[in-house]
């Protein structure tokens, strides 16, 4: 699996960091002004939040924030893109126009005095620095032997992969494959808290999520209190009953994931897979899964290179061939998109898997 960031210690690290220079504002969207700043030919953004007493309170935008602003407002992304490069001033006024011609209560998320997120006052925040708390210590703690794999804090997302090496099964003879779990979340909105079983394979350190047993949980909750004037929302105090709950609850996901039944049935997945051959073309193979997911031409062309050779034309062969390829790619994000692909991979029936292996 592709590697991040070098320790738990770093994370932990990082993740304080993170967590001591956040600060989230709650807005009508009356109380908003977007601001555009020439550079040259192309625009940036920030965002002006009026608060009380006639406070104004001005927020550099990064490119994530700026995409969801113009989803909440309705102006469709190509457009947006080409004022954001050629006509930042137009693109501010035409946001001005639809933030008090349609008014909206936001949250604003930002971290180091910019702007990173702009969401629903609905939105309901499970940050880092709850999961740094709540889950590591009991990892730690509670299941003896356990090995962070691999660990990442992108702009997007928080992953958090670990392995219990005493937990080993072969899925054939000498390939040999060991329990994990795998975490994740956003503080942004890209995507729902999550825990899913992990499986971690040595020959050639693959990494694939268990798609069909997770917990996960939205981060949509009770709306924030936005009044008449843009505030600061405070951290949420220690964990309220149903958040307690909660990660209570997450804990107890995390300890399952490496419950023998729950590895045995995994892996037998896995071994079913090794008897459903690639029948047709490999080539065309590979364009049928691409077509039905979404992969990139280059993606194709990585994952058929990897197939070919790890010398396995079936359906085990093609997860191995996505997982591995996910190793080559630069973005941490994308990888772990492959990973998740690599176990919805496993999970296909056979009648779902014949288009792919029967293409010619």
């Known amino acids: 699996m592709k590697q991040g960031i070098g320790s738990v210690q770093e994370l932990l690290e990082t993740i304080q960091h993170q967590a001591d220079n956040k600060v989230d504002y709650a807005s009508h969207s009356g109380n908003i002004d977007v601001v555009a700043s020439v550079i040259g030919h192309n625009g940036n953004l920030k965002l002006k939040l009026r608060g009380a007493e006639e406070e104004e309170l001005l927020l550099p935008m990064n490119d994530i924030a700026s995409r969801q602003l113009g989803e909440k407002i309705g102006i469709p992304a190509k457009y947006f893109d080409r004022m954001l490069k050629d006509a930042p001033d137009l693109l501010a006024h035409n946001a001005n126009h639809w933030l008090q011609q349609e008014p909206k209560k936001m949250m604003i998320r930002t971290m180091f005095g910019k702007a990173r997120a702009v969401l629903s006052d609905k939105y309901q925040r499970i940050d880092n620095i709850d999961l740094a708390e709540q889950i590591l210590p009991m990892m730690r ?11 990442e804090i992108t702009e997007k997302r928080l992953y958090i992969k670990a392995v219990l090496p005493t937990l080993r099964r072969d899925v054939k003879v000498g390939d040999t494959v060991e329990a994990g779990v795998w975490i994740s979340n956003s503080e942004i909105g890209f ?3 999550e825990v899913a079983p992990f499986i971690h394979r040595l020959i050639c350190l693959n990494g694939q999520k268990v798609n069909d047993a997770k917990f996960a949980r939205r981060h949509v909750g009770a709306r ?4 008449d004037y843009t505030y600061s929302v405070l951290s949420d105090e220690t964990l309220k009953a149903d958040d307690k709950a909660f990660m209570l609850k997450a804990r107890d996901v995390v300890k399952a994931a490496f419950e023998e039944k729950v590895f045995e049935h995994n892996v037998n997945q896995l071994r079913e897979t090794t008897e459903r051959k690639i029948e047709g073309d490999p080539t065309k193979a ?3 899964l691409g077509k039905t997911t979404g992969l990139l031409e280059q993606e194709q062309s990585g994952i058929l290179r990897k197939l070919i050779e790890g010398a396995d034309l079936s359906q085990f062969g093609m997860v191995q061939a996505v997982t591995a390829y996910s190793q080559d790619v630069e973005s941490y994000d994308r990888a772990s998109e492959l990973e998740e692909l690599g176990g919805k991979l496993v999970t296909l029936s056979p009648s779902e898997w014949q288009p792919i292996a029967a293409a010619a």
Not at 224 to 227: C, E, K, L, R, T
Request: aromatic content about 4%; proline content about 0%; hydrophobic content about 50%.
């Open 141 to 151: 703690d509670e299941l003896k032997g356990l090995k962070i794999a691999s660990t």
């Open 191 to 193: 995507g729902q808290f």
């Open 224 to 227: 924030a209190d936005v009044n």
């Open 286 to 288: 590979i364009a049928v």
